[in-house]
């Protein structure tokens, strides 16, 4: 399963940007996705997930109300709409899947497949 996050770029805090993570899969509606962020210096966090259907969510605290993680299962793609950007939300953003799991993971080694990261840079 290949994994293709896109979208990442430039903007001004309190500026808005949509990521896209595409799969592969065939079975696209029974992985769970995962967005994780890594700031330079820093290690990887957890931003949010999303469950097979769409409908539940997981976000990490200091995303919650500004980011929603959403998908779209016909076009194997999902969504991170990030508003009410900060400069400590410059990253490279990441999108992971798991095959067939229950519950919701914020764990990244927990997850089977990786994309390659996009970067996201967030001016003041």
């Known amino acids: 399963v290949q994994l293709q996050a896109s979208g990442g770029g430039l903007v001004q805090a309190g500026g808005s940007l949509r990521l896209s993570c595409v799969t592969s899969?065939?079975?696209?509606?029974?992985?769970?996705i995962g967005w994780f962020r890594q700031a330079p210096g820093k290690e990887r966090v957890f931003v949010g997930s999303?469950?097979?259907?769409?409908?539940?969510?997981l976000y990490n605290d200091s995303v919650k109300g500004r980011f929603t993680v959403s998908r779209d299962n016909a076009k194997n793609t999902v969504y991170l709409q990030m508003n009410s950007l900060k400069p400590e939300d410059t990253a490279v953003y990441y999108c992971?899947?798991?095959?067939?799991?229950?519950?919701?993971?914020?764990?990244?080694?927990?997850?089977?497949?990786y994309g390659q990261g996009t970067l996201v840079t967030v001016s003041s």
């Open positions: 999303i469950n097979r259907s769409g409908s539940t969510t």
């Open positions: 992971a899947a798991a095959f067939d799991r229950a519950f919701l993971d914020d764990i990244y080694v927990e997850y089977d497949y």
């Open positions: 899969a065939h079975t696209f509606s029974r992985y769970i």
